[in-house]
């Protein structure tokens, strides 16, 4: 893919998609800074700073230059703390919308999840008209909804144009959630037992791949519909750390 016009900030962009997503613009020539509330990598600019304060944000998105935001930043799934969710995911969230309107940011790719939907029971061949449960699964996933639900409801504000996807599961190198849980069962010699009958399925995608799709969102935000086929988007073949 050839470089965009845009100047990007990942707000996320020390985590697991995140990085894969800045690593991907570097590759295409893109210009690109992280903002974290931790620094793992020194390739590119970094802003520090926690996205539940708006200034932080703002200062960001000047000192950078930024039009294009993606926003990946969420505490990990799993953990029994719903006021850290709402403070990150929700009011973050808003603060990144507020910053980003107020600073005349023009893209704002978000990455909700697909559990804005789930509640413990089947979904199968479901789009996204699917509205959120009535009884939510859990505060991280009711949190990811309503932040999702405030990304898509600041489309066209102060001409900021907006998107947001919904990864299932996702693996590949960098991933520091999955893998360790498997391995922590694995470990724990918890390897025979089943759920279920056994036919249930699960979505996954390879991280490249899901960090990809934020690219071509983003690259075709400011193109009016229809999307173009399918056809046109090329896939990465899993790989694995070696
Ligand atoms: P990750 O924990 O590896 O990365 C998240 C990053 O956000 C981290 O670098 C963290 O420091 C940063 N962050 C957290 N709170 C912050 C704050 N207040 N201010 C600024 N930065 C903050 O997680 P990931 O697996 O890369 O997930 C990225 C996104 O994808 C998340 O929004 C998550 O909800 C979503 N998602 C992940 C999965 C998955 O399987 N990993 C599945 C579906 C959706």
Not at 48 to 64: C, F, N, P, W
Not at 129 to 142: F, G
Not at 157 to 185: E, H, N
Not at 224 to 236: C, G, T, W
């Amino acid at each position: 893919m050839a470089p965009s016009k845009d100047i990007y900030l990942v707000i996320g962009g020390s985590g697991f998609v995140g990085r894969h997503i800045v690593q991907q613009l570097l590759d295409r020539g893109d210009t690109v800074s992280v903002f974290d509330i931790v620094q793992r990598y020194h390739d590119v600019p970094f802003y520090s700073g926690d996205i539940s304060d708006e200034s932080q944000v703002a200062d960001a998105l000047r000192k950078s230059g930024t039009t294009c935001i993606i926003h990946t930043a969420s505490p990990p799934a799993g953990l029994n703390n719903a006021a850290l969710y709402f403070k990150v995911n929700v009011d973050g969230t808003k603060a990144v919308i507020a910053a980003a309107v107020a600073t005349g940011v023009r893209k704002l790719v978000f990455t909700s999840s697909a559990g804005v939907v789930f509640n413990g029971g089947d979904i199968i061949d479901v789009d996204e008209r699917l509205p959120p449960p009535q009884v939510p699964m859990d505060a991280y996933n009711e949190s990811k909804a309503q932040a999702e639900a405030a990304v898509l409801a600041a489309n066209g504000k102060g001409g900021l144009l907006t998107v947001a996807l919904r990864p299932a599961g996702i693996f590949g190198p960098g991933d520091r959630q999955v893998m360790t849980g498997l391995y922590q069962v694995y470990e724990r010699g918890q390897t025979h037992f089943q759920i279920g009958d056994n036919t249930n399925l699960f979505d996954w995608t390879y991280v490249g791949n899901v960090a990809r799709a934020h690219l071509l969102a983003a690259d075709r935000l400011d193109t009016p519909p229809p999307a173009p086929p399918l056809s046109e988007f090329e896939f990465l073949p899993a790989t694995v750390d070696a």
